[in-house]
C-alpha cells in the first residue's frame, strides 16, 4: 500500500534559518504529491503540490522538488519566519486504476521559529 | 469559487450523547468528500470518504458513522460518543480524477468529557 514518512520533529529554527523537512513516499503507481500547512487552531492549507517527476512545487518562498528516483519531495525554505510557524504535512495521491480518492498523510512535522 | 464549511467550530459533549457534525461543498459538484480526525499530537486518520450521495466507504471501524444526503452535505455522526471519540475532525472535498489535492475545512474540535 502507499505510504509517507516524513521527520517528526518537532523542529526549532531561528528567523531566517534554512529550513528542510524530508518526506519520502512509497507507491504503487505514479502519485501526485503535496505539502500541506496546518497554523494553530485551523484546518490544514495546501501549500504546494508536484504532479510528475522533476516537477517544482513553490508557495511563499517553500520549495519542494519531486524526486522519483529517491522517492522523495523534501521540503525547504531559505528564510524562515516566525510566522511559518505551523504543522506541515506531507501527503501523496495515487492515480493509478482511478484510484486517486484517497490522500495517504505523513504524519506531521511541528516547526517552531523563534525571533 | 469553492468553498467548504464545517460546523461547529468547537464541541463539548459527554460520554455517551450523541453527535453529528455538519460539512457543506459551495461551487462545485458531484465533489469527492472525506472526513478525517486528528488526535491530540498525532497525524490524520481518514475515517470516511464518499465518491457520490448514498456512496460511503469506512477506512476504520469504529464508533461513528457518516452519511450523504445531498452531493454537497457530509455528516458525521455518532449514537454513543466515547472518550476516545475526542479530537480534532476535519471535512475535505476534492474535484473528481483530481490530481490536484483537497480543500480542507476549518475543523471542529471535540472534547467528550
Known amino acids: 500500500g502507499n505510504s509517507v514518512t516524513q521527520m517528526e520533529g518537532p523542529v526549532t529554527l531561528s528567523e531566517e534559518a534554512f529550513l528542510t523537512i524530508n518526506c519520502t513516499y512509497t507507491?504503487?503507481?505514479?502519485?501526485?504529491l503535496f505539502w500541506y500547512v496546518q497554523y494553530p487552531g485551523e484546518g490544514l492549507q495546501l501549500l504546494l503540490k508536484?504532479?510528475?517527476?522533476?516537477d517544482k512545487g513553490s508557495n511563499k518562498g517553500f520549495e519542494a522538488t519531486y524526486r522519483k528516483e529517491t522517492t522523495s519531495f523534501h521540503l525547504e525554505k531559505g528564510s524562515v519566519q516566525v510566522s511559518d510557524s505551523a504543522v506541515y504535512f506531507c501527503?501523496?495521491?495515487?492515480?493509478?486504476?482511478?484510484?486517486?480518492?484517497?490522500?495517504?498523510f505523513g504524519k506531521g512535522t511541528l516547526l517552531t521559529v523563534n525571533p | 469559487s469553492q468553498t467548504i464549511h464545517q460546523w461547529p467550530a468547537t464541541l463539548v459533549q459527554p460520554v455517551g450523547s450523541p453527535l453529528s457534525l455538519e460539512c457543506t461543498v459551495e461551487?462545485?459538484?458531484?465533489?469527492?468528500l472525506y472526513w478525517y480526525r486528528q488526535a491530540a499530537g498525532r497525524g490524520l486518520q481518514l475515517l470516511f470518504y464518499?465518491?457520490?450521495?448514498?456512496?460511503i466507504s469506512s477506512e476504520v471501524p469504529q464508533n461513528l458513522s457518516a452519511s450523504r444526503p445531498q452531493d454537497r452535505q457530509f455528516i458525521l455522526s455518532s449514537k454513543k460518543l466515547l472518550l476516545s471519540d475526542s479530537g480534532f475532525y476535519l471535512c475535505?472535498?476534492?474535484?473528481?480524477?483530481?490530481?490536484?489535492?483537497?480543500?480542507f475545512g476549518s475543523g471542529t474540535r471535540l472534547t467528550v468529557v
Open positions: 475535505a472535498w476534492s474535484a473528481q480524477s483530481s490530481g490536484y489535492g483537497y480543500t
Open positions: 507507491a504503487t503507481g505514479y502519485p501526485s
Open positions: 508536484a504532479t510528475k517527476a522533476d
Open positions: 501527503a501523496l495521491s495515487d492515480r493509478s486504476g482511478g484510484s486517486n480518492y484517497k490522500l495517504t
Open positions: 461551487g462545485t459538484s458531484n465533489p469527492n
Open positions: 464518499s465518491v457520490g450521495i448514498g456512496q
